[in-house]
């Protein structure tokens, strides 16, 4: 079984070439600007492809997918689960890849996958043959957001992570803006057309999306080391300043058993768990249903797409918005998921009394869902900033997707074939997940509250929630979390080979939760 006792690394190449130098605010500055535009827009990007092929299905459902292949009852609710099977599946097995091969790479052998299977979903004709491609898709993309994550932890700080997930995630809601114009464009496909518009949507996204593959696989480094993008004392800051800021170097690590059993007996996994399972529960719903719900106000196939553009607007300067607070305030991040999910629950309300309302107000209803999908991101925030040691991270990705899996299975079930247009049950679900939200993401803030509180006790110091705990013979750095901050810390430390040590947030003195 692997250790964390393990006898002190060598720091990564990247930092043994030659002498450290002095790197300014200035400096400082360009080199994490060097960063954001060469790592964010191929993550942002894939994101936005890894929605668009995920939930193209809602579109497809009202032009002619569910008639074409000849879906009865559950049938379309299946279609919508089998992804999460699929995704489910490959899960666990892909976070043990990604922290051994070349994440990149690998994400990026995903990618020609998924791309491929998106366009042959257009070759099906019947149920067996949409929960065939649909389950593969769900392995194939099983892979990208853990990956994000990592590539995420590698390359920033504690405090520049929520922000930088928040960009990424956003990807999602452009993609559901980018959907709908495509929807759009081909639902004015004449019906006499051989190929129909829905396969036509499959087709073109699923070949956009292999060759965007192969941008991946020119310009996405796997690690810093690897960045041709930055100069030799450009990679060793890099480097530095995730060990001295960040949650500790991501290169040369092992699989480690001892990490994968601390994360199971830590109490704030299973918060974050069930956080993902109730918030995933209407995702799974509203995201596969959503054109049928806007139809069943009053509107057509053609203006439901483009109801969900304005939707998708909303959605992600949400999702962009909150991540940004969340990497400026330190103790904003539980707080901010019930307060995403509180417009959520009067909305679900709106459309559950849909008898007693106009489709107005209907429509305003489902306008108050759009800042549920940012809870998801600043979960997955709190995990690459409170979690340190790769194994444990990995560990905790892996049960964050089996969490959103299953909520994303059970969802769409809530949306009984019995019960359309009006779907009572799936509405009633939604208020009630969303309550249970607020209540976990306020239990979550007063357990880190405490367990920091704990740690001061304990280690006699105050600590740091925007640093990566005691290194460099013991010091805890403290900084408001600006490029010039950091590099004044990285200056201010002279980093040790233990302090490239993968070890967890359990065994890092002065290492404090972000709330």
């Known amino acids: 079984m692997g250790s964390s006792t393990d006898a002190p690394q060598n720091p990564p190449a990247e930092v043994q070439d030659g002498e450290r130098q002095h790197i300014d605010s200035d400096m400082a500055k360009r080199i994490v600007r060097k960063i954001d535009f060469n790592i964010i827009p191929l993550l942002f990007i894939t994101y936005m492809f890894n929605f668009m092929d995920k939930t193209i299905l809602s ?58 299977v998106v ?27 853990p990956a994000f994550m990592f590539l995420t932890s ?23 803006l980018v959907a709908s114009f495509v929807a759009f464009g081909f639902g004015h496909i004449s019906n006499d057309d051989k190929v129909g518009p829905w396969r036509w949507m499959y087709i073109i996204l699923g070949v956009l999306t292999f060759v965007w593959a ?35 170097s991501t290169e040369k690590t092992h699989w480690k058993w001892d990490q994968v059993v601390e994360c199971m007996i830590d109490p704030k996994t299973w918060f ?38 304005p939707y998708s607007l909303l959605s992600a300067a949400i999702i962009a918005g909150t991540g940004w607070i969340a990497g400026r305030y330190r103790k904003m991040n539980c707080i901010l998921i019930a307060i995403v999910v509180l417009p959520c629950i009067t909305g679900a309300a709106i459309i559950y009394s849909r008898e007693s309302v106009s489709s107005g107000v209907q429509l305003f209803g489902y306008f108050l869902l759009s800042p549920g999908p940012a809870a998801m991101p600043l979960a997955m925030s709190l995990v690459s900033a409170n979690y340190r040691g790769v194994t444990k991270k990995m560990t905790m990705s892996s049960l964050l997707f089996l969490a959103y899996c299953a909520g994303n299975i059970a969802g769409p079930q809530f949306f009984k074939a019995s019960e359309e ?7 009633r679900t939604i208020m009630i997940c969303y309550s249970l939200v607020v209540v976990l993401a306020l239990g979550l803030r007063f357990y880190l509250q405490w ?18 705990g ?22 201010r430390v002279e980093l040790r080979p233990e302090d490239y040590e993968d070890v967890t947030d359990w065994k890092t003195a002065g290492f404090r939760y972000r709330l």
């Open 59 to 116: 579109s497809a459902s009202v032009f002619g997918l569910r008639t074409d292949t000849h879906l009865k009852g559950q049938n379309y609710s299946w279609v919508s689960s089998i992804f999460y099977f699929g995704y489910f599946a490959w899960t666990y097995p892909t976070s043990l890849l990604i922290a051994r091969l070349p994440v990149a790479k690998y994400m990026t052998a995903n990618t020609f996958f998924w791309g491929a």
């Open 119 to 145: 366009a042959l979903t257009a070759a099906c004709t019947n149920y067996g043959g949409l929960l065939t491609v649909r389950f593969l898709l769900g392995v194939a993309e099983a892979t990208i957001t």
């Open 154 to 176: 590698t390359w920033y700080t504690r405090d520049e992570i929520p922000t930088r997930t928040g960009i990424w995630f956003a990807g999602n809601s452009v993609g559901g």
């Open 214 to 248: 192969f941008v991946l696989l020119i310009w996405l480094p796997d690690t810093i080391s690897k960045a041709r993008f930055l100069k030799p004392e450009e990679r060793r800051y890099a480097a530095d300043r995730v060990v001295v800021a960040g949650t500790g």
């Open 272 to 309: 974050i768990f069930g956080l993902e399972i109730i918030t995933q529960i209407p995702n799974g719903g509203t995201q596969n249903f959503a054109n049928l719900v806007i139809k069943s106000f009053g509107f057509t196939s053609l203006q439901s797409t483009l109801i969900n553009i």
């Open 421 to 427: 247009p009006h779907y009572n049950t799936a509405f």
């Open 451 to 468: 367990m920091n509180a704990k740690r001061t006790r304990e280690e006699g110091y105050e600590g740091s929630a925007g640093g990566a």
């Open 470 to 491: 005691a290194v460099g013979g013991g010091k805890v750095m403290q900084a408001e979390g600006t490029a010039g901050d950091v590099a004044d810390m990285v200056d």
